[in-house]
């Protein structure tokens, strides 16, 4: 039986509840065997002055997702240069675990709506079943039909934590707690970032 191997990536700068209370939820759902989370190295879709380095975002990440059994970071796009595309990733991926593994690609209603402005969005769905989590303030109406039909929609908590708000807050000198992870908010001090 291939075992069932969840891909949830994104810049995680930083990594919040939301995310891991997601992926906890999408793990159950999609009856996963694991969830990788996958920091973006150098995302085309993302860049602001204030980004931590990508090793910064690797590392709040692994002190994020802990001893969890189900839960580990993937290095690819970090350890790659240049853009990262995801159709690329999961074809370096599939080539590298072959059949024993089924790929599953979390992304939020947000990327699902946008997924066609992605480079090769069909060659993502030919690799992975997607797996989509709603996102509050998005409306899986404005998915491309096409696609969309290829996607599983998964209801989760719709939380409205985001690390866009999470970073004003660091800059604004306004507490973190019950957003992050107490490990996260230490590194985050100790680093000195999004100051």
Do not use: C
Not at 1 to 12: A, D, N, Q, S, V
Not at 163 to 172: K, M
Not at 179 to 184: E, K, R
Request: proline share 7%.
């Amino acid at each position: 039986m291939k075992r069932r191997i969840g891909i949830l990536g994104g810049t995680f700068d930083p990594i919040h509840l939301g995310h891991l209370i997601v992926a906890q939820e999408v793990l159950l759902q999609g009856r996963l065997d694991q969830m990788l989370f996958m920091p973006s190295g150098d995302p085309p879709h993302k860049q602001y002055p204030e980004m931590a380095s990508a090793q910064a975002r690797a590392e709040m990440v692994g002190l994020a997702v802990g001893n969890s059994p189900h839960f580990d970071v993937l290095r690819f796009e970090l350890d790659r240069p240049g853009k990262s595309y995801t159709v690329e990733t999961l074809r370096h991926l599939q080539a590298q675990w072959g059949n024993a593994v089924k790929l599953f690609l979390v992304i939020g209603t947000d990327n699902a709506v946008d997924m066609s402005t992605w480079f090769d969005p069909e060659g993502v769905l030919a690799l992975a079943q997607v797996l989509v989590a709603e996102r509050p303030g998005f409306d899986r109406s404005l998915v491309d039909p096409t696609l969309g039909k290829k996607m599983q929609f998964l209801e989760t908590p719709l939380l409205e934590i985001s690390s866009t708000d999470i970073r004003r807050r660091v800059r604004e000198r306004r507490p973190i707690e019950f957003l992050v992870p107490d490990a996260v908010i230490r590194y985050i001090e100790e680093k000195g970032l999004y100051r």
